[in-house]
């Protein structure tokens, strides 16, 4: 049952892996679909482009050398043990064309013919054709403690990931509920 | 206003023997054109035990009606007439106060009988009071005895011009009042005609009404040996106040009345149609009506009112029989076919000065600190919402709350605002470009209460300080079909041609497409903001049950509605002394303290009822001194894609600058989460529940599945200890261009033609193209599509989880986390959404 709600809340909140499917739809696949009233977006989201709210002995702002100014996600497993850290999250990422409708499958001109078995709607979200990723980055580490200005903590880097340049995503993603 | 000075007139002329005459002195004999006139001093006081109307045996009685001297009930108010026949024939009445008058009715009852024997605790409306001091002259033309004006009315012509000052205007119910002090009222309405139209209707037209009205302060009193005063008897202090407000007025107005009702054979039917030329509203806060002081003001608003049969009745309750424990007797049952609206407000402006507003009425140009226009389209007529028919009819009815005392309003109101072809909207302009919540659809059916109440518990109900709203199941919903956007024309109407887009929660706002439920509980509005000596304080305890939200709406094709929905939705939320003021800034929020859960049964998407579900989602949170600003003007110059404080920079970043102008709203909170106090219900949780019994269903047990919970989530400043940042966003909504790129080759769904990766660009009559993004020129680029631009930045240093938990009814409780903790986070989204083609 954890396995189920870790994955349920991965579809909420995360990457929609467990029920999202990715499809490919072109123009005339489209003029089947019922309603054209969706949204078009356009825009960026961006994480500590010039630093964060905090300033300690730790966290500053990003022009200053010696200061951490990204974002950071820490989470303990067990109780009194050590942190997970996402650490270091800063940058950001804008896109043209991400778009997001109500659709309804159920024609069997959909989906090689499943459609018509599937008979539900869903939240289609069109991938936008390029991202273009700005500086953005992050780090995978552990700590000793929950906050890094605390007495004594120690940090172990794993990997630092850092992203620029377009990224080209084609596609839906199909967001729906399972019973 | 005219309908005071006639029944002053009425009275003066009516009451002789309380009048005395005064020889008249030769500089005021010397203003008199003739020496056909008369001239009286009256000095009067005046009290009627009953005044009543009655309409097939029911009757609404104005009950200890009385005109005395406002200083003292047992002094006489004074007054000084001067009638003269003018040259053309006209006769003209000048007429100006001797003291502050006040004209008072103690209670308005509904009554069977004349004269009926009441006591004190049988249900009234409340008592109302008007303190004056009138300067004014009334004239009625010599227009001779031919039909007047476009109704060919049978009646006169009357020349209307007055002032009040030193004015009070207030409600009181149970010992507590509220009122305008220090009102001044400037009327003028020439050419006024009152007279019976060919067909035997009461025509009273007013083709020039001109008015001004300035209140000094918008006072409160709970205590019960205040009436009517500006200081409280006990302390000497002046009594807490609102603020300020002012009114500037010039419409026409045609009214037709005729006898005959919705019942039986005696009652009126109303029709009147409004053109208002121009309106300015304004709320100032601590203001000295200069350049101190700060208002909230929606001006040079125009448009028109369109009432359709109005009938008035004084009926039994529509629940008598029905469900008596809702009979609340007889009420006064105004019932309408039709009532139409259109108002366009040219700027609504946040945290101006009463100067500013002033040379802004002058010139029509100075600069104000405008969030932009609105366009209010509203029309109110039978109808129907999901399949359920629905009418509009109002009964006023006495006695309001009922554990509030025996005195005050209760409305229970059925009210439909139809759009089944979209006359029925909302549209707001900001810097030229609108967007408009198209084919809105509302209904309220329930009882809603109004009472002036004293802090306290009465009758196992706490009260708070104020003017208390109350709502007894009052079920309710409204829904858009979604918004249509493009640049202004100057004609609202001309957007309903635009394409229809998906609308969506906007955030900041906390508006949703649609929302629906029925409404219990109450909002008090008590004096005293938390800056200066003036605003208001809102206390309230509302629960909406049964209910439905849409977080993302859309029409389709064959005019079924899919969404996002929270369905089943239970909403619980309360605020203590949540404080307004109006600053330079805008309009201040201080919330003292507020917590509230949200239990939503089924995050659903598609039908709001049928549509599959993700389970239920569960939202508590408790906060503590929150704020709030609201301002004027958008996200200005922004660099998306890039970093850069100007475009030169911005383009070096590889960003896109836009300029998203002046106008716009801004939206700055910040919000401390406090630790849960379990014993009242104050918690921070966020849980997600599935596989319930009966998941799938309908009816889901609730509390039956898993649980994924994450709870007790804080604020502080890093540290553990402190709170003194807590999580500060800022919101800027504009309506802005963004580019709109073509996914594939080929034509779209309205059959045009582009490449993938060209630009969408609008032309002049509102079609558009696809262009190769090498050709685009400076003018391409600023005819881009329109859409809602929704910028978004929230900071906090530390957001902490106490533990996120798994919990089953029966397979019980294991921690998933031990802690979770979010900390350093500058987050910022700028999202434009447009119509998808």
Not at chain 2, 559 to 573: F, R
Not at chain 2, 801 to 820: A, C, I, K, M, N
Request: with cysteine; aromatic share 8%; glycine share 12%.
């Amino acid at each position: 049952m954890k396995k189920i709600m870790f994955l349920a809340f991965t579809l909420v909140f995360g990457s929609y892996g467990a029920y999202a499917e990715m499809s490919r739809i072109d123009d005339s696949d489209l003029s089947e679909v019922t309603g054209q009233s969706g949204v078009y977006l356009t825009g960026e989201v961006s994480f500590n482009e010039e630093g964060g709210p905090s300033d300690n002995s730790y966290f500053g702002a990003c022009n200053v050398a010696e200061k951490e100014c990204g974002a950071r996600l820490t989470f303990q497993t067990q109780q009194d043990g050590g942190w997970f850290v996402l650490g270091g999250i800063r940058g950001s990422i804008s896109f043209e064309g991400l778009t997001m409708q109500i659709r309804n499958i159920s024609a069997a001109s959909e989906f090689g013919g499943d459609g018509q078995f599937f008979g539900r709607d869903v939240m289609q979200i069109g991938l936008p054709e390029s991202i273009r990723m700005n500086d953005f980055q992050f780090t995978l580490a552990t700590g000793s403690s929950a906050r890094p200005d605390d007495a004594g903590y120690t940090q172990v880097d794993f990997m630092t990931v850092e992203m620029s340049g377009d990224m080209t995503l084609q596609g839906n993603l199909l967001v729906f509920p399972t019973p | 206003m005219n309908y005071i000075y006639l029944i002053l007139l009425l009275i003066f002329l009516s009451c002789p023997l309380s009048a005395k005459m005064k020889a008249l002195e030769d500089d005021a004999l010397s203003n008199v054109s003739g020496q056909t006139g008369f001239t009286m001093d009256v000095e009067t006081n005046i009290k009627v035990d009953e005044f009543s109307y009655f309409d097939d045996s029911n009757g609404i009685a104005l009950q200890g009606v009385s005109l005395s001297s406002a200083a003292d009930t047992n002094a006489l108010a004074e007054f000084h007439v001067v009638s003269d026949v003018l040259n053309d024939g006209t006769l003209s009445f000048e007429f100006t106060s001797g003291n502050v008058a006040r004209l008072e009715v103690e209670d308005i009852r509904f009554i069977s009988t004349p004269g009926e024997v009441q006591t004190v605790t049988d249900p009234s409306i409340g008592g109302f009071f008007f303190d004056f001091d009138i300067d004014g002259t009334f004239a009625i033309r010599n227009v001779g005895n031919g039909a007047m004006g476009p109704n060919s009315t049978a009646g006169g012509t009357f020349d209307i011009d007055f002032s009040v000052i030193d004015g009070r205007l207030g409600y009181r119910t149970n010992g507590n009042e509220l009122f305008f002090d220090g009102m001044s009222l400037d009327v003028s309405s020439i050419g006024t005609r009152i007279g019976v139209t060919p067909d035997n209707q009461w025509n009273i037209s007013l083709p020039n009404f001109l008015a001004e009205l300035k209140v000094d302060a918008i006072r409160y009193s709970n205590n019960p040996a205040n009436h009517g005063v500006t200081n409280d008897g006990t302390t000497g202090l002046p009594l807490a106040s609102y603020g300020s407000l002012w009114a500037n007025v010039d419409l026409s107005v045609d009214m037709f009345l005729k006898a005959g009702g919705a019942d039986g054979v005696e009652g009126l039917t109303v029709n009147a149609s409004s053109t208002i030329n121009r309106l300015d509203l304004a709320w100032g806060d601590d203001t000295d009506w200069a350049a101190s002081g700060y208002w909230v003001g929606a001006l040079a608003t125009t448009g028109t009112f369109d009432l359709v049969n109005m009938t008035v009745d004084i009926l039994a309750d529509p629940d008598a029989g029905v469900m008596p424990s809702k009979d609340y007797g007889l009420g006064l049952a105004l019932a309408f076919e039709r009532l139409t609206t259109n108002l366009h407000i040219q700027d609504l402006v946040l945290g101006e000065t009463k100067s500013n507003l002033d040379a802004y009425v002058l010139d029509g140009n100075t600069p104000v600190k405008s969030v932009g226009s609105f366009d209010i389209n509203l029309s109110f007529e039978d109808g129907t919402y999901d399949a359920i028919a629905l009418t509009n009819v109002v009964y006023l009815q006495a006695g309001g709350n009922i554990a509030a005392g025996n005195q005050g309003l209760r409305l229970d109101a059925q009210l439909n605002l139809d759009s089944s072809s979209n006359q029925s909207n909302l549209v707001y302009t900001d810097d030229g470009l609108s967007i408009m919540a198209s084919g809105l659809e509302a209904f309220v059916d329930g009882d809603v209460t109004i009472d002036i109440t004293a802090a306290g518990d009465l009758n196992g109900t706490t009260f708070y300080d104020g003017l208390r709203v109350g709502f007894e199941d009052v079920a309710f919903g409204y829904r858009i079909e979604g918004n249509r956007i493009a640049e202004s024309t100057g004609d609202s109407n001309d957007l309903k041609t635009q394409d229809l887009q998906a609308a969506r929660y906007i955030p900041g706002l906390g508006i949703s497409p649609s929302l629906e439920g029925v409404l219990d509980g109450h909002v008090t509005l008590g004096p005293g903001g938390n800056i200066g000596q003036e605003g208001i304080t809102v206390n309230s305890d509302i629960t909406v049950t049964n209910g439905s939200m849409a977080k993302f709406l859309q029409t389709n094709d064959d005019s079924t509605v899919s969404g996002v929905w929270l369905s089943g939705l239970n909403y619980d939320v309360h605020l203590r002394d949540m404080m307004l003021d109006t600053t330079s800034d805008g309009l201040q929020i201080y919330e003292t303290e507020s917590w509230s859960k949200l239990d939503v049964t089924d995050f659903r998407i598609g039908n709001k009822v049928s549509g599959a579900s993700f389970g239920r989602l569960v939202i508590e949170s408790y906060s503590v001194g929150n704020e709030k600003t609201v301002s004027a003007g958008g996200a200005g110059s922004v660099c998306i894609g890039g970093v850069g404080a100007d475009a030169a920079l911005c383009a070096s970043d590889n960003g896109r600058c836009e300029d998203r102008g002046s106008q716009g709203l801004t939206i700055k909170t910040k919000k401390f989460f406090k630790d849960s106090i379990e014993a009242e219900n104050k918690r921070n949780r966020f849980t997600w529940e599935t596989d319930r019994v009966g998941e799938g269903t309908a009816t889901p047990t609730n509390g039956t599945g898993m649980q994924l919970v994450f709870d007790n989530f804080t604020t502080n400043d890093g540290d553990g200890l402190t709170d003194t940042f807590g999580i500060q966003s800022e919101y800027n909504i504009d309506v802005a261009r963004a580019p709109v790129i073509k996914k594939t080759d080929g034509a779209d769904s309205n059959g045009v033609v582009g490449s993938k990766g060209w630009e969408k660009i609008m032309r002049a009559d509102g079609s558009y193209e696809y262009k190769n993004p090498t050709t685009l020129t400076v003018a391409d680029i600023a005819n881009r599509p329109v859409g809602l631009a929704v910028r978004t930045n929230a900071q906090f240093k530390e957001l902490d989880f106490g533990s996120v938990d798994l919990v089953h009814p029966t397979g019980g409780e294991s921690t998933l986390l031990y802690g979770l903790k979010l900390q350093n986070f500058n987050i910022t989204t700028d999202i434009t959404a447009t119509p998808l083609d």
